[in-house]
């Protein structure tokens, strides 16, 4: 079992940055592949961003590419998505997610956060 709370969520300008933090419980995290999710007002929930258990592949949604990075510290049982160059079209309550395999699909992803939400004002 994984318990995992995300923060750092809040209200930033158009070109800003943020940094959201996902802790987790238990003694397996270093075990699980993390993902960032995101989902807009009104649209369904998409994939982010995504990290091995051992830190050495990421992988991003083309629409945050070269923006986000995600990162873990096994060492602290967290991951991390920095968010730079925001655009008012991230705007969305953003999850992350621990699963097994190095997929994209949300239904691949067995423990869920509860979301923090990110608004980019123009």
């Known amino acids: 079992q994984v318990q995992l709370v995300e923060s750092g969520g809040g209200l930033v300008q158009a070109g800003g940055s943020l940094r959201l933090s996902c802790a987790a419980s238990g003694r397996t995290f270093s075990r699980f592949t993390m993902a960032w999710f995101r989902r807009a007002p009104g649209k369904e929930r998409e994939f982010a961003a995504i990290i091995s258990a051992s830190t050495i592949t990421t992988y991003y949604a083309d629409s945050v590419k070269g923006r986000f990075t995600i990162f873990r510290d096994n060492t602290k049982n967290t991951v991390y998505l920095y968010m730079n160059s925001l655009k008012p079209e991230d705007t969305a309550v953003y999850y992350c997610?621990?699963?097994?395999?190095?997929?994209?699909?949300?239904?691949?992803?067995?423990?869920w956060g509860q979301g923090t939400k990110v608004t980019v004002s123009s």
């Open positions: 997610a621990a699963g097994r395999d190095l997929n994209t699909r949300s239904n691949d992803f067995d423990y």
